[in-house]
């Protein structure tokens, strides 16, 4: 292994570990880059999930460039065919250093493709003379800045300019892909060749929840995005009408105990439980009879995917985007529009309280779950590889 090592003034400033990258002509070669790998979210476990698939089978030369790993270890596992990096800076506050690092070490690497699935990425990817074919693969919608701040004038004013920001770096990319048909629509608006490829399981469940306890479960960040304050009050309603059942929520974050609070001044101190986090989401949903989502946006909410594949009904709020690109009204659940607690608790009630409706949703919800298998998907992403290097003239070596 080298060691590259940057000097600015005659101060070091921060080193690059990489390994030795002489081209094999025989693989294409791609490099990932992203914030980091050591959290559990829906985008670390979509990344692992497609890398892993990519370098095991279907053999390409996978890099992973991570702009502040710092050490840590990855939170999913990954192959030990695929190649990481780190380029020890906080891409969020250092977005020139970033660029200016990831620039030299795609220029080591010589990437026939480099994807990017932030923002931040995008921004840095664009600036770059190095990377190859450069593809942006955007995990929000569009309307991420505007949900995030746009609770006043002075966020909405915010909120236009980092959209418009972004929109203008999306178009300098070679080619542009978003999660969800509405995102798409949205799109197609900056540039009319964005392609849609949906996220992939990451797990496909051989068995299905038996929909016999009563218990619903509820999984994601204790962050105002996710808006389990909703959830929270909903069961208020939940609870009168049937206090048999409870709410288990899994996750952690920084409104832990805010939402603690909640519970209690709401009397469901026994009813609604914050479980922290797991690493076994399969086993609690097929330990659950009905997912419950109220996030106010999502990019495309991977735990509504783990919900169709564990057999469960749904209950979620029709977010931006993605829950009505999973989920039918009348046929696998419910919808309800963003803060209308009590359509929400409505719809966990009738989920509850009709066994046959049910046993129906979750069988649906399991032959659903075969729109979004892994060999699907990356048969998708296999065919755009291939397309973008025979377009566009590969690296010079």
Known sequence: MRKLVFFCSNVLISSINFVNCDRNPRMMRLAYCIHALNLSGGI????????????????????????????????????????????????????????KRLDSLLGKIRPD???????????????????????GEFH??????????????????????????????????????????????????????????????????????PLSRKRCIAVGRLESQKNFKDIITAWKIVDERH??????????????????????????????????????VLKELLDSSCLVMSSRFEGFPMILLEALTAGLPIVSYDCPKGPSEIVTIGANGYLAKVGDTATLAQGICSVISNEELRKRFGAESKSRSENFTLDKTMEKWNSLFKESSSSISRNSI
């Open 113 to 135: 493709i480099t994807i990017t699935v932030c923002d931040n990425g995008i921004y840095a990817l664009t600036g770059c003379k190095n990377g190859g074919i450069k593809i």
């Open 44 to 99: 670390e476990r979509v990344l692992t999930t497609k890398a892993n698939y990519l370098a095991d089978v279907l053999g390409y030369e996978v890099h992973i460039i991570t702009a502040r790993q710092k050490g840590r270890k990855e939170f999913f596992k990954l192959s030990d065919n695929i190649i990481r990096h780190d380029l020890n800076v906080n891409d969020r506050i250092f977005v020139r250093k970033y660029k």
């Open 140 to 209: 929000f919608s569009h309307e991420k800045f505007l949900m995030k701040y746009g609770s006043n004038a002075i966020g909405r004013l915010y909120a236009m300019l980092r959209t418009k920001r972004l929109e203008n770096a999306v178009k300098k990319l070679d080619r542009f892909v978003v999660l969800t048909k509405a995102d798409k629509e949205d799109w197609e608006k900056v540039r009319p060749d964005v392609e849609q490829i949906y996220n992939p399981l990451s797990f496909i469940s051989k068995d299905v929840s």
């Open 243 to 280: 206090p048999d059942w409870i709410l288990d929520i899994y996750g952690k974050g920084s409104l832990k105990e805010a939402l603690q609070g909640q519970i209690e001044d709401l009397g469901l101190k026994d009813k609604v439980i914050l479980e922290g986090s797991t690493d076994n």
